[in-house]
Nanobody, 133 residues
Framework: QVQLVESGGGSVQAGGSLRLSCAAS????????????MGWFRQAPGKQREGIAC????????YYADSVKGRFTVSRDNTKNMLFLQMDSLKPEDTAMYYC??????????????????????WGPGTQVNVTS
């Protein structure tokens, strides 16, 4: 059974940086890590879950929500089945639970961040990020 496990969350002051990681394992026969397009989503208390950064299977295409563009960088290491989110210039409004997500279909801007987070095949349990002012 495929599992996604996030790590790297914590508390940081505004203006600081964090790097989130997501480890994928347990692929079914016929599937590999590169079978999945990957993404990062977040959910703040009282708000809907939102997509913020997504990356294609090869890593060659990335999508970013306007709220994080220029501050966050998504990347993946297909040799280690890992997904990363480098978060710089963090703001208090970045405080949320951050989730790793995988889907077998490709991303579009709508599927990643402009529309609701549907058609996601796998979710991780999440890692909490707190940004203090």
């Amino acid at each position: 059974q495929v599992q996604l496990v996030e790590s790297g969350g914590g508390s940081v002051q505004a203006g600081g940086s964090l790097r989130l990681s997501c480890a994928a394992s347990g692929f079914a026969s016929g599937f590999t890590y590169m079978s999945y397009s990957m993404g990062w989503f977040r959910q703040a208390p009282g708000k809907q879950r939102e997509g913020i950064a997504c990356i294609s299977r090869s890593g060659g295409v990335q999508y970013y929500a306007d709220s994080v563009k220029g501050r966050f960088t998504v990347s993946r290491d297909n040799t280690k089945n890992m997904l990363f989110l480098q978060m710089d210039s963090l703001k208090p409004e970045d405080t949320a639970m951050y989730y790793c997500a995988a889907r077998t279909d490709t991303w579009t801007s709508y599927r990643c961040y402009a529309g609701p987070p549907t058609d996601i095949n796998l979710w991780g349990p999440g890692t909490q990020v707190n940004v203090t002012s």
